[in-house]
Nanobody, 126 residues
Framework: QVQLVESGGGLVQAGGSLRLSCAAS????????MGWFRQAPGKEREFVAT????????VYGDSVKGRFTLSRDNAENTVYLQMDNLKPEDTAVYYCARPSNQRIGIFVYPDQYAFWGQGTQVTVSS
């Protein structure tokens, strides 16, 4: 059974930084792309970023492009989301996710992912 556990969320002032981690267990971590999404109260789940199996192809959502950096360590079964220059509108619960059995491709929609973590809260104060 695939399990994803996010960590690293918290409260930060605008302009600050946070680094989120997502530790995976079960399955073959290096065999699948990984994604991050976020959801603010009253809003739909929003695509943040995705990374392919090898870590050499990354796609970012328009709202985070140039501020967030996604990476993965296949030896540690972990994906990292470095968030810099945070803004109040980045406030949300952040989720990492993995597709069910698709190994190749870029996936930017929530329904393309089968496994989800419990989420970690990020709050950015102005």
């Amino acid at each position: 059974q695939v399990q994803l556990v996010e960590s690293g969320g918290g409260l930060v002032q605008a302009g600050g930084s946070l680094r989120l981690s997502c530790a995976a267990s079960g399955g073959t971590f290096s065999g699948y792309p990984m994604g991050w999404f976020r959801q603010a109260p009253g809003k739909e789940r929003e695509f943040v970023a995705t990374i392919n199996r090898m870590g050499n192809s990354i796609v970012y959502g328009d709202s985070v492009k140039g501020r967030f950096t996604l990476s993965r360590d296949n030896a540690e079964n972990t994906v990292y989301l470095q968030m810099d220059n945070l803004k109040p509108e980045d406030t949300a619960v952040y989720y990492c996710a993995r597709p069910s059995n698709q190994r190749i491709g870029i996936f930017v929609y929530p329904d393309q992912y089968a496994f989800w973590g419990q989420g970690t809260q990020v709050t950015v104060s102005s």
